[in-house]
């Protein structure tokens, strides 16, 4: 349980706060995350990191000298949206480009894709480096599939060291890869984690057992196990990772001992001794080991135990000095700083995609489409939140469990945006309602919707509801299928998308709102079939088998938003709805 929680709705604005309030010397609050209270010297490389919120120290603790110089930080265990890491990553780039680096995670590789599109178009190089160093969460034949977990530190670190001693972009993405190709992490369970002002842990682990291969969002873990003495934890971590020893590593290894939360540090300690027994027994030498919270999951009861195997030039990297809130390594600063007000010489690159001066009014007739617009976003919102408890738990078969809490704040957040901007017109009002759903939202499912909305936002400024429909249900799956790659039978809202955009322009004849009833019929018998497939995309991938029996969250969320726009085409056309 989270006891001091404060609102649960500003858990994370206030963390953050008062994490720069007590680091103040260190690090600095902007809109999107946190940066370094210094900026970078010109010509830099600025290495950026981020995530969701609930790791702490990742990613806001990680940022400082010879470390970050930015964090992108979501909502707890939600991505950032893309909007974010445009913000942050405008605010530190400092003339040389950016290394971005953080967990591979499908809502984050989506958001920070579509951020990096975005900075390329201002002017700033972004270069991406995902870690993947979760050895149970794919075979190591599918080792790109691989979740981040505390092998975070390890990459991040190499990166801000090399960026610290002024080494140039192609070389600090180098050194990134490489740091992430010798760095495998394994993790066990006690005790599941809590959501602040959640009453409910997100998942639990049976009495007298540990659960090998966690997540650090709750998801489920792989195997469960009887609980074991610490030296039966210390083997259950050591020979997986033994097993998977990177390919050119010498004797020389880098422990690095996590405790997911709620373990405490002379826990800890007693555990090492272990680690350290058996690693030295296979002749390895170990080097500046880390032990403590280094990538948390809330207040979640566990461990995980990270092996990096450094080169000669990894490991003099790993040895440099870092100053940042939660990471200290003795020693001399190489100089990446320009200190207070250095920066001011240089023009700043203005974020193009918030709009903030007022934009001007629009045609009435675009005004009027407009406010059919925010009465079509209201109708999804009301049947979101009305079916938020029933997604969040479909979501936490094989998920994280947020899927309806993320589409209950993207489509109120699209109401409101829609809203504020009906005075510039329709197509003005879906892109800002695309903006806030994404920004808002987070996860997977919210980059999907906000490129849903902005897809549409071209084709409602003209024509009717029954000519614009074949074109609004093509150009709908094409921005999903575009932006997330995924294929009909991967168990994604694809899976009901499809089928509903094929009875729409398989419909002739009859009136726009029978149509939709047909199409939101598809789209429910298909989101409903989904149920007898595997995931084979997204946070639900890795625990495939658990999700067999139960339908997608993401196709049943847009099954039930079908079947509201069917029923709304009904009442306006003066049909009784069904
Ligand atoms: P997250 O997975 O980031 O927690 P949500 O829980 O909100 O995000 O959404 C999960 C849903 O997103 C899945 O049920 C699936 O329908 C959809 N999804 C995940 N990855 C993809 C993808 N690559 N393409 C299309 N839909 C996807
Ligand atoms: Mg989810």
């Given at each position: 349980?989270?006891?001091?929680?404060?609102?649960?709705?500003?858990?994370?604005?206030?963390?953050?706060?008062?994490?720069?309030?007590?680091?103040?010397?260190?690090?600095?609050?902007?809109?999107?995350?946190?940066?370094?209270?210094?900026?970078?010297?010109?010509?830099?490389?600025?290495?950026?990191?981020?995530?969701?919120?609930?790791?702490?120290?990742?990613?806001?603790?990680?940022?400082?000298?010879?470390?970050?110089?930015?964090?992108?930080?979501?909502?707890?265990?939600?991505?950032?949206?893309?909007?974010?890491?445009?913000?942050?990553?405008?605010?530190?780039?400092?003339?040389?480009?950016?290394?971005?680096?953080?967990?591979?995670?499908?809502?984050?590789?989506?958001?920070?894709?579509?951020?990096?599109?975005?900075?390329?178009?201002?002017?700033?190089?972004?270069?991406?480096?995902?870690?993947?160093?979760?050895?149970?969460?794919?075979?190591?034949?599918?080792?790109?599939?691989?979740?981040?977990?505390?092998?975070?530190?390890?990459?991040?670190?190499?990166?801000?060291?090399?960026?610290?001693?002024?080494?140039?972009?192609?070389?600090?993405?180098?050194?990134?890869?490489?740091?992430?190709?010798?760095?495998?992490?394994?993790?066990?369970?006690?005790?599941?984690?809590?959501?602040?002002?959640?009453?409910?842990?997100?998942?639990?682990?049976?009495?007298?057992?540990?659960?090998?291969?966690?997540?650090?969002?709750?998801?489920?873990?792989?195997?469960?196990?009887?609980?074991?003495?610490?030296?039966?934890?210390?083997?259950?971590?050591?020979?997986?990772?033994?097993?998977?020893?990177?390919?050119?590593?010498?004797?020389?290894?880098?422990?690095?001992?996590?405790?997911?939360?709620?373990?405490?540090?002379?826990?800890?300690?007693?555990?090492?001794?272990?680690?350290?027994?058996?690693?030295?027994?296979?002749?390895?030498?170990?080097?500046?080991?880390?032990c403590g919270r280094l990538v948390t999951s809330l207040d979640m009861s566990g461990v995980s135990l990270t092996l990096f195997w450094p080169d000669d030039e990894l490991a003099g990297l790993w040895t440099d000095a870092a100053h940042t809130p939660a990471y200290r390594k003795p020693g001399a600063l190489r100089g990446a700083v320009g200190g207070r007000g250095s920066r001011s010489s240089?023009?700043?690159?203005?974020?193009?995609?918030?709009?903030?001066?007022?934009?001007?009014?629009?045609?009435?007739?675009?005004?009027?489409?407009?406010?059919?617009?925010?009465?079509?976003?209201t109708t999804i919102r009301d049947e979101l939140m009305a079916a938020e408890d029933e997604l969040g738990r479909l979501d936490q078969v094989a998920g994280d469990g947020d899927h309806g809490i993320g589409m209950t704040r993207g489509s109120t957040a699209a109401v409101e945006a829609a809203t504020a901007a009906t005075t510039s017109g329709a197509s003005a009002a879906l892109q800002a309602?695309?903006?806030?759903?994404?920004?808002?939202a987070g996860g997977t499912s919210g980059a999907l919707w906000g490129a849903i909305l902005r897809s549409l936002a071209p084709l409602v400024e003209h024509g009717s509801l029954s000519t614009m429909l074949d074109d609004a249900a093509r150009a709908a799956v094409s921005a999903v299928s575009d932006l997330g790659g995924a294929v009909v039978g991967d168990k994604t809202m694809l899976d009901?998308?499809?089928?509903?955009?094929?009875?729409?322009?398989?419909?002739?004849?009859?009136?726009?709102?029978?149509?939709?009833?047909?199409?939101?019929?598809?789209?429910?018998?298909?989101?409903?079939?989904?149920?007898?497939?595997?995931?084979?995309?997204?946070?639900?991938?890795?625990?495939?088998?658990?999700?067999?029996?139960?339908?997608?969250?993401?196709?049943?969320?847009?099954?039930?938003?079908?079947?509201?726009?069917?029923?709304?085409?009904?009442?306006?056309?003066?049909?009784?709805?069904?």
């Amino acid at each position: 349980m989270t006891t001091v929680v404060g609102d649960p709705e500003h858990f994370v604005d206030e963390a953050l706060a008062g994490l720069c309030a007590v680091h103040a010397d260190l690090v600095r609050r902007v809109d999107g995350g946190v940066v370094r209270a210094h900026p970078l010297a010109e010509g830099h490389v600025a290495v950026v990191i981020g995530g969701g919120s609930g790791h702490y120290p990742a990613f806001a603790g990680l940022v400082g000298e010879g470390l970050a110089a930015g964090a992108v930080c979501g909502n707890i265990f939600a991505s950032p949206s893309a909007r974010q890491a445009v913000d942050v990553i405008s605010e530190v780039e400092a003339g040389a480009g950016v290394l971005l680096s953080y967990g591979n995670y499908a809502g984050d590789v989506l958001h920070f894709g579509e951020a990096v599109q975005r900075l390329s178009t201002m002017g700033i190089e972004v270069r991406t480096v995902l870690v993947t160093d979760d050895i149970a969460s794919a075979p190591a034949s599918q080792a790109g599939q691989r979740r981040g977990i505390a092998g975070d530190l390890v990459v991040f670190k190499i990166a801000g060291a090399a960026a610290e001693r002024g080494a140039d972009l192609d070389s600090v993405e180098r050194l990134a890869q490489a740091a992430n190709a010798r760095t495998r992490t394994l993790g066990i369970a006690f005790g599941g984690c809590t959501l602040p002002g959640a009453s409910e842990p997100l998942f639990r682990v049976a009495e007298g057992m540990m659960s090998i291969g966690l997540g650090i969002h709750g998801e489920p873990a792989i195997t469960d196990v009887p609980l074991a003495d610490v030296d039966g934890i210390a083997d259950a971590l050591i020979g997986p990772l033994l097993d998977e020893r990177p390919d050119g590593a010498d004797d020389r290894v880098v422990p690095l001992l996590n405790s997911l939360g709620s373990i405490g540090d002379e826990e800890l300690f007693v555990l090492y001794n272990a680690v350290a027994r058996r690693l030295e027994a296979h002749g390895v030498r170990i080097m500046e080991p880390e032990c403590g919270r280094l990538v948390t999951s809330l207040d979640m009861s566990g461990v995980s135990l990270t092996l990096f195997w450094p080169d000669d030039e990894l490991a003099g990297l790993w040895t440099d000095a870092a100053h940042t809130p939660a990471y200290r390594k003795p020693g001399a600063l190489r100089g990446a700083v320009g200190g207070r007000g250095s920066r001011s010489s240089r023009p700043r690159v203005h974020s193009a995609q918030s709009p903030s001066g007022p934009l001007a009014d629009a045609s009435p007739s675009s005004i009027m489409r407009a406010t059919v617009v925010v009465e079509v976003l209201t109708t999804i919102r009301d049947e979101l939140m009305a079916a938020e408890d029933e997604l969040g738990r479909l979501d936490q078969v094989a998920g994280d469990g947020d899927h309806g809490i993320g589409m209950t704040r993207g489509s109120t957040a699209a109401v409101e945006a829609a809203t504020a901007a009906t005075t510039s017109g329709a197509s003005a009002a879906l892109q800002a309602a695309a903006e806030a759903w994404s920004d808002r939202a987070g996860g997977t499912s919210g980059a999907l919707w906000g490129a849903i909305l902005r897809s549409l936002a071209p084709l409602v400024e003209h024509g009717s509801l029954s000519t614009m429909l074949d074109d609004a249900a093509r150009a709908a799956v094409s921005a999903v299928s575009d932006l997330g790659g995924a294929v009909v039978g991967d168990k994604t809202m694809l899976d009901s998308m499809v089928p509903w955009r094929d009875a729409i322009l398989a419909s002739t004849g009859g009136s726009a709102a029978a149509t939709l009833h047909t199409a939101a019929d598809a789209a429910a018998s298909a989101a409903a079939s989904t149920s007898a497939l595997t995931p084979q995309r997204g946070r639900a991938r890795p625990l495939a088998e658990r999700s067999l029996g139960h339908a997608d969250p993401g196709a049943q969320s847009f099954a039930l938003i079908a079947a509201a726009l069917a029923r709304l085409a009904s009442s306006t056309e003066g049909h009784p709805s069904s």
